[in-house]
């Protein structure tokens, strides 16, 4: 669009208000010609599939056109050459097609966030807009001609990365740092490592580079998917309102768990087998028990046709079963391109003696002769995931000829059930058993794989998990997201070469973001004092902010703790954001009761949607979430409650973007003391 001419400032506000006001009204246009196509699509289409196809489509895009009043419809506008643009969440177009937004992801939307005083990229003039609850305050413009640019001492910028939050996490499409940019537009076929530290935006880097893709591969993304694991439910409501903002209403969110859920979880592991089961060697066990079972012909096979008898020799079988064990094929697969080789022998027969070629019918009947049957079963017998899994764990010499020379005898013995079931179905498989039922059934089957995969808190994957993630992206590209400090499961990566390898993708980039946006310095400086002891080769975080409080709560006596406690809760009420009062998961009822006494009443991290201020978390499923005033009780309590108890300090100590108060009647830990 061309550019207006000069305004005063009063003038200019206005006319940005006008085009708000003007966008939003076209946004609406737009969803109800959406919503007009949708409830015509049954008429309009040929037949039943075609008008499912069509009506899908179109609701999808009704969805993507949702409005929030509350969320500015843009962020930014560039001045180049003599147009202007407006840069949004989304594209919006007036009735005659012509754009009044233009999404973030567009090619020249490229420029707000890269154009800088030495490589300008043809902006004369940058703005970035100010908004309180969704109305246009204010604007601040950055004359790139001149020689003027802001970078993060922008005024709108450091308000808007500062702002408090309540509630699920939002976009950071406003505020997106070229750093970040590189990493969001990074290409679909380049799987990338973010070693991010505390603070640095690791999490809303992944999900923007999804929205990205889906908005330069739309099409190719929607036939394969794009999935999006956390770590628990709690993170998954969390960040699960930034895509739809963004008018992505069609990925998938899961937790590794939940990914792999073949059954009910019904037992329960010792601290030993659940390590083993995590441990990689489990594959190596899983894919001996599987092919194992594979044995070598040595009978005919005698056939009755009707007058017809067709003989296949012990020989031509062997062959038949080597050469489809060397293929590499899934179990399955290979177990049915056999039973087809095998009939297609006997066709072959059929055809050369009776000169005719055999129906589709015969073909079938070959297939489920018991002669055929018989030899199927004994040289390449069906398997389940299931049955392979509860035979390896209640046989031990199946066991032990699996796990020859990868586990010792006392490991077996670990993995190995107390009890066997009456049947395969009545099994009580755990969690940890959830891993080795995916195990065997990627070596049984092929499983689907997505186009691109966002993992996030990476450190914490167990190779297996990993193993069963790579097995979802086999085709697909992925991006991982994590930081190795934060690292509290007992098999949490020391280097993320490793976890690469058991992705699949060995040699995806490692990029570190190291500068902080959200955490104040002051508990950035707190927290790094941990770094020494965690026995990880990471760069310290530097956080921009100078903002933030910290406070250290030393009490004399441990009943006084309570009592303290919701002393710093009411005082963080008293200024705008989210509390959270972080414990020792044993502490959290008895927190929320004293808070529930005193009139507080405290969400909990899945109540996402309540916008209670308050929530009382625990210490084990903080990771990834974020709060303005984080209240930290007995950090020796947390440190003592697990084996990586000082790494879980770091993640708990990390979730503040504005204040922070550390409650302790207990010796803070040597390494935070010191």
């Known amino acids: ?86 840069i949004g969440r989304r594209h919006v177009t007036d009735d005659a ?163 792999i859920a073949r059954v009910p979880v019904k037992g329960r592991d010792t601290d030993a087998a659940v390590l083993l089961k995590h441990d990689v060697r489990m594959a190596a066990v899983i894919r001996r028990a599987v092919w194992d079972r594979l044995v070598k012909p040595t009978e005919p096979i005698m056939v009755s046709d009707g007058s017809y008898r067709w003989r296949i020799d012990a020989e031509p079988l062997r062959r038949i079963v080597d050469e489809a064990r060397r293929e590499g094929l899934p179990y399955t697969v290979g177990r049915d391109r056999v039973l087809a080789r095998v009939v297609g022998l006997l066709q072959r027969q059929s055809e050369y003696r009776t000169g005719n070629s055999p129906s589709e ?33 209640t046989d031990a010499e199946l066991l032990a000829r699996s796990a020859e020379g990868v586990l010792s005898a006392g490991e ?68 991982l997201l994590g930081d190795l400090a934060q690292g509290t499961a007992p098999w949490a990566a020391a280097h993320w070469k490793d976890t690469l390898a058991h992705l699949g993708k060995p040699d995806a980039a490692v990029v570190p973001l190291t500068v902080g946006f959200r955490v104040p310095a002051a508990v950035v400086a707190l927290a790094n004092r941990l770094l020494p002891a965690l026995g990880v080769d990471v760069p310290e975080a530097v956080s921009l902010r100078r903002d933030g409080d910290l406070a250290i709560v030393a009490l004399a006596d441990a009943a006084e703790v309570d009592a303290a406690t919701l002393v710093e809760v009411t005082a963080a009420l008293e200024h705008e954001g989210s509390v959270a009062v972080i414990a020792a998961d044993p502490a959290v009822e008895r927190l929320r009761r004293h808070l529930a006494a005193a009139g507080l009443e405290a969400a909990t991290p899945d109540d996402v949607d309540s916008g209670a201020r308050v929530t009382v978390v625990p210490a084990t499923i903080v990771k990834g979430l974020e709060y303005d005033h984080v209240i930290v009780v007995e950090p020796a309590e947390i440190v003592a409650a697990e084996p990586r108890g000082l790494h879980r300090l770091y993640v708990v100590l990390t979730r503040a973007v504005s204040r922070l108060s550390v409650i302790h009647s207990a010796p803070l830990p040597e390494a935070l003391a010191g």
């Open 361 to 393: 019918g015969w073909l079938r009947r070959m297939a489920k002769v018991a002669p055929v049957r018989e030899f199927l079963d004994r040289a390449w017998p069906a398997l389940t995931p299931e049955a392979v899994v509860v035979s390896l764990l």
């Open 412 to 479: 077996q013995a670990a993995l190995l059930w107390e009890k066997a079931p009456k049947s395969v179905k009545s099994a009580r498989f755990s969690a940890a058993d959830l891993l080795l039922l995916d195990e065997a059934a990627g070596v049984l089957e092929r499983e689907s794989s997505f186009g691109h995969v966002v993992v996030d808190e990476a450190q914490d994957l167990s190779p297996m998990q990993a193993r069963a993630i790579a097995r979802r992206s086999e085709h697909g590209s992925i991006t």
């Open 97 to 259: 097609g012509e754009p009044m937004v233009l999404d973030w992801r567009a090619p020249l939307s490229q420029s707000f966030y890269r154009a800088s005083v030495r490589d300008p990229q043809g902006v004369s003039t940058r703005r970035r807009f100010g908004f309180v609850r969704g109305e246009l305050t204010s604007f601040e413009d950055e004359h790139l001609d001149r020689g003027e640019e802001l970078g993060t001492s922008s005024r709108i910028l450091t308000a808007e990365i500062e702002r408090p939050r309540v509630g699920p996490m939002r976009d950071i499409v406003a505020t997106i740092q070229p750093e970040q940019d590189e990493l969001v537009r990074a290409e679909l076929d380049q799987s990338i490592c973010v070693q991010g530290a505390p603070g640095t935006g690791k999490t809303a880097v992944g999900l923007h580079r999804a929205a990205y893709l889906l908005y330069v591969h739309r099409e190719r993304l929607r036939r394969s998917g794009v999935l999006i694991v956390g770590p628990n439910t709690a993170f998954l409501s969390y960040i699960s309102a930034v895509l739809p903002a963004l008018g992505e209403v069609e990925v998938q969110q899961s937790t590794v768990d939940e990914l």
């Open 1 to 86: 669009m061309t550019l207006p001419a000069p305004l005063d400032l009063d003038d200019d506000l206005a006319a940005e208000r006008r085009h708000l006001a003007d966008s939003r009204a076209a946004l609406g246009r737009m969803r109800g010609r959406a919503e007009s196509l949708f409830s015509s699509s049954a008429d309009v289409a040929g037949d039943s599939f075609a008008a499912e196809t069509l009506g899908r489509t179109l609701s999808r895009r009704v969805a993507e056109l949702a409005d929030d009043p509350s969320t500015p419809l843009f962020f930014g506008k560039l001045a180049i050459e003599e147009a202007a643009y407006h």
